[in-house]
């Protein structure tokens, strides 16, 4: 499998500084051995000529020339580089977690600064000519006013989420050894996070007026020949504190307060190899053991209270971004806050909806007997307790999730197919099983309410293409064995829906938000989360994280969908859509463009309650 993951790079004048550390030691010990001869040779120095001498006093200059090129060498490597910011600022999840909720909470500033000054010569006589000693004049410093400001930085549990998933080793399930409890051991995983401050208008009215107050503030400032005009960003914290730019976390499965790692792994041992000039050797083996991300720290700000921003407001939200990042931040529940400062106007985005409160008392589910129960080949099984774990399937089941891929991917491209040409295979790198008790429980609700209802028309039943394609009529050995766990009789099916590695996390910890179900692909077949039995339709939706442990990858999750009884059309038509939808008689929506134009079918769910998001398929695309 390819590295899915970024790595830190040693810097071109980290290696610069590690020849001149060698050249200084060098000029130290050969200024040295130069002193040290000719303290031997005392007797005849009187002899030498004034040559001897000039070539005498630059060996002896060379000791102090080398130990001011080592101590540059020291001073680059152990104060400036960012191996020593990553060495001097390691969390564990706990801390890092608790360092994103202070920046989250820090307020925004925006200062404009100017200094004016200009150039003389020895006589005093101004001149424009950079050779000559400058001098300062006039200089100022404001802050733009911010009144509201919303944070809109990624939580960490999202981003930890993805990195266990795809490092945490589980027991092999799938393989029978269902006596194995709890995970193997696994070795922390180092994450180098960089964290750029991203600060960004409200509105663009709020951006034109930031644009005109600078130009204004620099243009009644400038009062000489040349000017130095800076715009700063910052934040202000309720407490002392400062945003490190560079940091460590430390992830460790079940200790999230663990800063434990190998004893070469601190900064007192870097400065031993940097002091013995192997400095570089340790950076590149520290990069190779760690992964790299970038962690923005974003938020949006106006001049205006947040309660009088538009319903438009903020531009460019993660609200209602489709960018992996923007999904994810959709994803995560957030709590609403207002933050205490000055003007006590700022806060965080309002809560996720909250989910779908399914009734527990089943009833009597009919003549099918449904049992609410986990499956059998999951790894928690007791409903009574909570769980909610991502579980990596074993490497021969990681075959049978490829042969799926392969039995489902149909060659044909559709309009929603942008920007690239058809693949000829989807390589699977990664599949992770999400077992969660609460959306599980959820799912069960609603099934078992189908179940008291009238049994819908059957899928293959509908007039078009047949038996969906992730139905096999009979269990077949290299498929997934999951396959055959669904309720026919009620429409449930295993189906495709594409995302990013991001977004499919996202989904898999909270479910579907179907108020933004339908904003990525359209909406050919009305609102709700749509479907697809073929890899390569839903490959059309899926997009690739642009950083961090799946960057250039894709994701498709394999979801139960509860389909029950479906309306079916093979053309777009929305109001025919919603006057059968608002008869209550349909759960889903079945677009058949198969049967008219020969491309794929595709499945709308409603109800969020409807779709389990079982399975988070990671993979590549093979041209």
């Known amino acids: 499998m390819a590295d899915p993951v970024a790595r830190e790079q040693v810097p071109w004048m980290a290696i610069c500084g590690n020849i001149v550390g060698i050249i200084g030691l060098i000029l130290i010990v050969g200024g040295a051995l130069a002193a040290e001869a000719d303290e031997y040779d005392a007797s005849v120095v009187e002899s030498r000529n004034a040559e001897d001498a000039w070539a005498r006093n630059g060996k002896i200059m060379a000791g102090p020339l080398g130990a001011i090129l080592y101590c540059g060498h020291l001073f680059q490597a152990l104060f400036r580089s960012k191996a020593s910011a990553y060495l001097r600022s390691i969390m564990s999840e706990s801390d890092f977690i608790a360092h994103i909720e202070k920046i989250q909470a820090a307020e925004p500033t925006i200062n404009f600064s100017i200094q004016?000054?200009?150039?003389?010569?020895?006589?005093?006589?101004?001149?424009?000519?950079?050779?000559?000693?400058?001098?300062?004049?006039?200089?100022?410093?404001?802050?733009?006013?911010?009144?509201?400001?919303?944070?809109?930085?990624?939580?960490?549990?999202?981003?930890?989420?993805?990195?266990?998933?795809?490092?945490?080793?589980v027991s092999d399930i799938e393989l029978g050894q269902a006596g194995n409890s709890g995970k193997k051991p696994s070795d922390a995983l180092f994450l180098l996070c960089v964290m750029p401050l991203q600060l960004c208008a409200a509105t663009p009215e709020v951006q034109a007026r930031l644009e005109f107050r600078r130009s204004t503030f620099f243009e009644q400032?400038?009062?000489?020949?040349?000017?130095?005009?800076?715009?700063?960003?910052?934040?202000?914290?309720?407490?002392?504190?400062?945003?490190?730019?560079?940091?460590?976390?430390?992830?460790?499965?079940?200790?999230?307060?663990?800063?434990?790692?190998?004893?070469?792994?601190?900064?007192?041992?870097?400065?031993?190899?940097?002091?013995?000039?192997?400095?570089?050797?340790?950076?590149?083996?520290?990069?190779?053991?760690?992964?790299?991300?970038?962690?923005?720290?974003?938020?949006?700000?106006?001049?205006?209270?947040?309660?009088?921003?538009?319903?438009?407001?903020?531009?460019?939200?993660?609200?209602?971004?489709?960018?992996?990042?923007?999904?994810?931040?959709?994803?995560?529940?957030?709590e609403a806050a207002n933050y205490n400062n000055n003007n006590n106007n700022n806060g965080a985005w309002p809560a996720a909806a909250a989910l779908i409160g399914a009734s527990m008392g089943y009833g009597e589910p009919g003549e099918l007997n449904l049992l609410a129960e986990a499956p059998k080949y999951w790894k928690n099984r007791d409903l009574n307790i909570p769980f909610d774990e991502k579980v990596r399937v074993s490497s021969s089941e990681l075959e049978k999730f490829q042969a799926l891929l392969?039995?489902?991917?149909?060659?044909?491209?559709?309009?929603?197919?942008?920007?690239?040409?058809?693949?000829?295979?989807?390589?699977?790198?990664?599949?992770?099983?999400?077992?969660?008790?609460?959306?599980?429980?959820?799912?069960l609700a609603k099934r078992s309410e189908f179940a008291r209802g009238p049994r819908p028309v059957q899928l293959h039943q509908l007039p078009g293409s047949g038996r969906l394609k992730t139905a096999p009529m009979e269990p077949q050995a290299n498929l997934p064995s999951c396959l055959q766990d669904v309720c026919p009789e009620l429409n449930e099916a295993y189906l495709f829906h594409g995302s990013s590695p991001g977004g499919a996390l996202g989904i898999g910890e909270s479910g579907f938000d179907m108020s933004m179900a339908g904003s990525h692909v359209?909406?050919?077949?009305?609102?709700?989360?749509?479907?697809?039995?073929?890899?390569?339709?839903?490959?059309?939706?899926?997009?690739?994280?642009?950083?961090?442990?799946?960057?250039?990858?894709?994701?498709?999750?394999?979801?139960?969908?509860?389909?029950?009884?479906?309306?079916?059309?093979?053309?777009?038509?929305?109001?025919?859509?919603?006057e059968a939808l608002a008869t209550r008689q349909y759960d889903a929506v079945l677009g058949d463009r198969e049967a008219k134009i020969g491309t794929f079918r595709e499945i709308v769910a409603l109800d969020q309650a409807q779709i389990y998001p079982e399975y988070v398929v990671i993979y590549n695309r093979s041209y």
Request: contains cysteine; aromatic residues 12%.
């Open 221 to 334: 400032n400038t009062r000489d020949i040349h000017q130095d005009k800076l715009t700063g960003q910052s934040l202000i914290f309720m407490e002392n504190g400062v945003v490190n730019k560079d940091v460590m976390v430390i992830l460790r499965g079940g200790q999230d307060a663990s800063r434990e790692r190998p004893l070469w792994m601190n900064w007192y041992f870097f400065a031993l190899c940097t002091v013995c000039l192997v400095s570089v050797p340790y950076r590149l083996y520290l990069f190779s053991r760690c992964q790299k991300t970038e962690w923005t720290v974003l938020k949006h700000f106006s001049h205006l209270p947040c309660s009088k921003w538009g319903r438009e407001a903020p531009q460019q939200s993660r609200v209602r971004g489709t960018d992996s990042a923007s999904r994810a931040f959709r994803a995560v529940p957030r």
């Open 406 to 443: 392969d039995l489902t991917f149909v060659t044909k491209a559709t309009r929603d197919r942008k920007g690239g040409k058809m693949p000829a295979r989807l390589v699977v790198q990664q599949v992770v099983r999400i077992e969660d008790v609460n959306l599980w429980q959820r799912f």
């Open 522 to 578: 359209g909406s050919m077949f009305g609102a709700g989360a749509y479907f697809a039995e073929a890899s390569s339709k839903s490959d059309e939706y899926a997009s690739e994280d642009p950083s961090g442990v799946f960057s250039g990858k894709y994701a498709l999750l394999l979801c139960r969908v509860l389909v029950g009884n479906a309306f079916y059309i093979t053309e777009s038509n929305i109001p025919q859509i919603d």
């Open 116 to 169: 004016n000054y200009h150039y003389v010569d020895k006589k005093g006589k101004k001149s424009t000519w950079s050779r000559y000693e400058r001098v300062n004049t006039h200089g100022a410093y404001i802050e733009y006013a911010i009144r509201g400001w919303i944070d809109e930085t990624l939580s960490p549990a999202q981003m930890f989420a993805m990195f266990h998933l795809m490092h945490d080793g």
